[in-house]
């Protein structure tokens, strides 16, 4: 089974704080997504990438970057972290351009106080 | 652009009944569409999809038929059970977007004995 594995459950950060949410999938998939999930909202896509070291903005990419370094790892960066920026934070990937559907991790839930 | 409309929740049922939670889209090209579950502390998981129109996706009783002259994607069991509790979304994926995914806000559906 693809596995991609969000690096903490919950993160509790300072507003100001440069806030770092890991992502690493073990099943060699080109594309990777970065989401927020709010109630009401659903998920909004943050910011995306089809390979290494490529990134594509998403819909609500403002106060965010993103790296991806490896293939099997993106990283999401709050530059400096506001409280509307609390929320849950979902990474998922994909093979390709095909329909196989997206594998997600469990999600890191930040809280920014 | 690309939007998904569901049905506002909760959804509240009693075990044994049936099932219907409305979705539908508008896609700027021709979209696959699909059914993601997420159930509770968990992320989310893919339900079931379809590809083309008429096709209908099925997993674990739950189906869904595509339907282009209405542009929708209902999401139907005939029995439920309590461990059908989650939330449930229903997503789009219009061709030559490479992959990315539109969700809609998600319905939460709670089951009692």
């Known amino acids: 089974d693809v596995k991609v594995t969000q690096s903490s459950r919950y993160l509790v950060k300072r507003t100001g704080e440069k806030v770092f949410l890991e992502c690493v999938q073990d099943?060699?998939?080109?594309?990777m997504f970065w989401y927020r999930q709010d109630p009401g909202l659903g998920l909004r896509l943050i910011y995306f990438?089809?390979?290494?070291?490529?990134?594509e903005k998403g819909d609500i990419p403002e106060g965010y970057s993103v790296s991806r370094e490896k293939k099997e790892r993106f990283s999401l960066i709050l530059e400096s972290a506001s409280t509307n920026q609390t929320s849950m934070y979902l990474c998922?990937?994909?093979?390709?351009?095909?329909?196989?559907?997206?594998?997600f991790g469990s999600g890191t839930r930040l809280t920014v106080v | 652009g690309d939007s998904v409309t569901q049905m506002e929740g909760p959804v509240t049922l009693s075990e044994e009944a049936f099932l219907t939670i409305n979705c539908t889209y508008t896609?700027?090209?021709?979209?696959?569409l699909f059914w993601y579950v997420q159930y509770p502390g968990e992320g989310l998981q893919l339900l079931l999809k379809?590809?083309?129109?008429?096709d209908k996706g099925s997993n674990k009783g739950f189906e869904a038929t595509y339907r282009k002259e209405t542009t929708s994607f209902h999401l139907e069991k005939g029995s439920v059970q309590v461990s059908d509790s989650a939330v449930y979304f229903c997503?789009?994926?219009?061709?030559?977007?490479?992959?990315?995914?539109?969700f809609g806000t998600g319905t939460r559906l709670q089951v009692t004995l």
């Open positions: 998922a990937s994909s093979f390709g351009v095909f329909d196989y559907g997206y594998t």
């Open positions: 099943m060699d998939h080109e594309n």
């Open positions: 990438s089809y390979d290494v070291k490529m990134k």
């Open positions: 896609a700027t090209g021709y979209p696959s």
């Open positions: 379809a590809t083309k129109a008429d």
């Open positions: 997503a789009l994926r219009v061709a030559g977007t490479a992959s990315k995914l539109t």
